[in-house]
């Protein structure tokens, strides 16, 4: 004969426990003010079924370049370091973020309301990601990411150049000015 259980009562959410959901929502509003600041155009996927969360526009760089960007957060200190996974479970297993999933993570260190930005092939080897901010120790793997914002925004293919003529000869003539010569502030 097979014993009968009771169904367990549901517990009512512990109050002294984060909501990990709510946290990473937070992170991604936080996310969204950061990037708008930043002007880029952002877009959010429909449903939750991307592995991605955000894609940037860089729109106003000369060259348009889309990014698909994964929001992280990390709220607590394990072992002196705030920590986090660049994984995403699939049925019962997790599986490492690689370039065919995401551009970037973009990692939140929520006390401090610190970022990092990492591009995922820093993370596809190694996707156990530990953040020491409150370290000063700059040769952490992952503090050359911290408010990287800039590798959102790629270099232009062909920077500006500018030419400077200056000539110390008694005889040149004086008040003449090529056409591409720049007068500095003296």
Same mark, same amino acid.
């Given at each position: 004969?097979?014993?009968?259980?009771?169904?367990?009562?549901?517990?009512? =959410?512990?109050?002294?426990?984060?909501?990990?959901? !709510?946290?990473? %929502?937070?992170? %991604?509003?936080?996310?969204?003010?950061?990037?708008?600041? !930043? !002007? &880029?155009?952002?877009?959010?996927?429909?449903?939750?079924?991307?592995?991605?969360?955000? +894609?940037?526009?860089?729109?106003?760089?000369?060259?348009?370049?889309? &990014?698909?960007?994964?929001?992280?957060?990390?709220?607590?200190?394990?072992?002196?370091?705030? %920590?986090?996974?660049?994984?995403?479970?699939?049925?019962?297993?997790?599986?490492?973020?690689?370039?065919?999933?995401? =551009?970037? +993570?973009?990692?939140?260190?929520?006390?401090? =309301?610190?970022?990092?930005?990492?591009?995922? %092939?820093?993370?596809?080897?190694?996707?156990?990601?530990? &953040?020491?901010?409150?370290?000063? $120790?700059?040769?952490?793997?992952?503090?050359?990411?911290?408010? $990287?914002?800039?590798?959102?925004?790629?270099?232009?293919?062909?920077?500006?150049?500018?030419?400077?003529?200056?000539? +110390? =000869?008694?005889?040149?003539?004086?008040?003449?000015?090529?056409?591409?010569?720049?007068?500095?502030?003296?």
């Amino acid at each position: 004969m097979r014993k009968r259980t009771r169904p367990q009562p549901s517990r009512p =959410d512990n109050p002294n426990r984060p909501n990990t959901k !709510r946290t990473g %929502e937070r992170s %991604e509003a936080a996310f969204l003010y950061q990037a708008s600041q !930043r !002007r &880029f155009a952002i877009s959010k996927p429909w449903g939750d079924s991307e592995r991605y969360d955000f +894609i940037l526009d860089n729109r106003p760089q000369p060259r348009v370049k889309l &990014f698909r960007v994964q929001i992280k957060c990390t709220d607590c200190l394990r072992a002196d370091a705030y %920590e986090t996974r660049a994984s995403y479970t699939v049925g019962k297993r997790r599986a490492v973020y690689t370039k065919r999933d995401i =551009d970037f +993570i973009a990692a939140h260190v929520v006390p401090l =309301d610190i970022w990092y930005i990492i591009p995922v %092939e820093v993370c596809t080897p190694q996707p156990m990601l530990r &953040f020491y901010p409150h370290r000063k $120790a700059k040769k952490m793997r992952l503090e050359k990411y911290r408010e $990287a914002w800039h590798l959102l925004d790629p270099p232009l293919p062909n920077p500006p150049t500018i030419t400077i003529h200056a000539c +110390i =000869d008694e005889n040149y003539p004086e008040g003449y000015v090529p056409d591409e010569e720049i007068d500095l502030p003296s």
